[in-house]
């Protein structure tokens, strides 16, 4: 006998409706894998603040500085101080002298050159500092510059390293809700794939080389009314007096539309009798010898490729007549 095996094929459709199924596990191990992805990225950066070798406090930025360098910034950061507070003094003191002459509506000479000097002098504190190439920023190089931005807070520097952790935070949380959802449709392919349990109708067709005369769907009972008038045609047809309906699933898998069948066949004033499974009960092989055809009742997800084979295999061996298969999903 050929081996069913060599003829089973991969319905995609039928894979991915069944994948399908799970859309809603697979979005929540996702959302568990942004999470997780953005937990990492927290406890990276954490690990890299802690990390950082108390040698070279500037590791953060991706940057290494000799002690020379280090030095050199140092004056810089002790000059920058001074000409802040240079900076505030020199403030405060036009901020008083406005005010005292707001007061009196008047101001002399001598009182507006010295008001004029101050202007000047906060002006120099607050620009040459920073910039040119006299200045004591401008003689730092691009890494000890990196280095002074850090120290003094300058707005963007701490934008830019905000926007890096916010990008790395994405990037890591997009990668573990991909790497979680791909993960999940994975299992669950090679889940369908390994099953042992008939998928499809055209299993029957084409590993087994069955005729399927149509197919229940179990929350609906759609096409019981078919499965029952194309046995009723098919038993005129082939002169059939004795259709056995049987099935290699348990008891209750599809006994409830053999049942249903029998009783409309019957009806009709068709003989038909069920039987047990013909794979374990003695009595339900003599039924099915003494029969002119079997009508087999599979189940979608239920039915093993295993039993179908083997009841095949019995029928071929005992000479029964397979009259066709109905298949429950």
Same mark, same amino acid.
């Given at each position: *006998?050929?081996?069913?095996?060599?003829?089973?094929?991969?319905?995609?459709?039928?894979? =991915?409706?069944?994948?399908?199924?799970?859309?809603?596990?697979?979005?929540?191990?996702?959302?568990?894998?942004? !999470?997780?992805?953005? =937990?990492?990225?927290?406890?990276?950066?954490?690990?890299?603040?802690?990390?950082?070798?108390?040698?070279?406090?500037?590791?953060?930025?991706?940057?290494?500085? %000799?002690? %020379?360098?280090?030095?050199?910034?140092?004056?810089?950061?002790?000059?920058?101080?001074?000409?802040?507070?240079?900076?505030?003094?020199?403030?405060?003191?036009?901020?008083?002298?406005?005010?005292?002459?707001?007061?009196?509506?008047?101001?002399?000479?001598?009182?507006?050159?010295?008001?004029?000097?101050?202007?000047?002098?906060?002006?120099?504190?607050? $620009?040459?500092?920073?910039?040119?190439?006299?200045?004591?920023?401008?003689?730092?190089?691009?890494?000890?510059?990196?280095?002074?931005?850090?120290?003094?807070?300058?707005?963007?520097?701490?934008?830019?390293?905000?926007?890096?952790?916010?990008?790395?935070?994405?990037?890591?949380?997009?990668?573990?809700?991909?790497?979680?959802?791909?993960?999940?449709?994975?299992?669950?392919?090679?889940?369908?794939?390994?099953?042992?349990?008939?998928?499809?109708?055209?299993?029957?067709?084409?590993?087994?080389?069955?005729?399927?005369?149509?197919?229940?769907?179990?929350? %609906?009972?759609?096409?019981?009314?078919?499965?029952?008038?194309?046995?009723?045609?098919?038993?005129?047809?082939?002169?059939?007096?004795?259709?056995?309906?049987?099935?290699?699933?348990?008891?209750?898998?599809?006994?409830?539309? *053999?049942?249903?069948?029998?009783?409309?066949?019957?009806?009709?004033?068709?003989?038909?009798?069920?039987?047990?499974?013909?794979?374990?009960?003695?009595?339900?092989?003599?039924?099915?010898?003494?029969?002119?055809?079997?009508?087999?009742?599979?189940?979608?997800?239920?039915?093993?490729?295993? $039993? !179908?084979?083997?009841?095949?295999?019995?029928?071929?061996?005992?000479?029964?007549?397979?009259?066709?298969?109905?298949?429950?999903?």
């Amino acid at each position: *006998m050929e081996n069913y095996r060599e003829n089973l094929e991969i319905d995609l459709k039928d894979l =991915a409706k069944y994948i399908l199924k799970f859309w809603k596990t697979i979005i929540l191990l996702a959302i568990i894998g942004l !999470i997780l992805g953005c =937990a990492l990225s927290g406890v990276k950066g954490y690990l890299a603040a802690v990390s950082v070798d108390e040698e070279n406090e500037y590791a953060d930025l991706d940057i290494e500085l %000799t002690d %020379t360098q280090i030095a050199e910034l140092d004056l810089a950061l002790d000059t920058y101080d001074i000409f802040q507070k240079t900076r505030e003094t020199v403030k405060d003191s036009i901020l008083h002298d406005i005010e005292s002459y707001n007061s009196t509506n008047s101001i002399s000479k001598d009182d507006a050159e010295g008001l004029w000097y101050k202007i000047q002098t906060l002006s120099t504190t607050s $620009n040459a500092q920073l910039s040119g190439g006299g200045s004591v920023y401008g003689s730092l190089n691009a890494d000890q510059k990196k280095a002074f931005d850090k120290e003094i807070g300058r707005t963007e520097i701490e934008e830019e390293m905000s926007l890096t952790s916010h990008i790395s935070m994405l990037k890591l949380g997009f990668l573990g809700a991909f790497g979680c959802a791909f993960l999940a449709i994975v299992f669950l392919a090679l889940k369908y794939v390994l099953s042992p349990k008939l998928k499809t109708e055209d299993d029957i067709r084409s590993a087994f080389k069955l005729p399927v005369l149509g197919s229940i769907v179990k929350k %609906t009972d759609d096409g019981l009314a078919v499965i029952c008038s194309s046995i009723m045609a098919l038993a005129h047809g082939k002169n059939a007096k004795n259709i056995l309906l049987c099935s290699s699933l348990a008891e209750g898998g599809a006994s409830s539309y *053999m049942t249903q069948v029998e009783e409309f066949l019957k009806g009709k004033n068709i003989p038909v009798s069920i039987a047990s499974n013909i794979l374990s009960d003695p009595s339900s092989i003599d039924k099915a010898a003494e029969s002119d055809g079997l009508i087999l009742f599979e189940g979608i997800g239920e039915s093993t490729y295993e $039993n !179908i084979s083997r009841e095949v295999e019995l029928t071929n061996n005992l000479g029964i007549n397979v009259l066709g298969t109905v298949v429950v999903k």
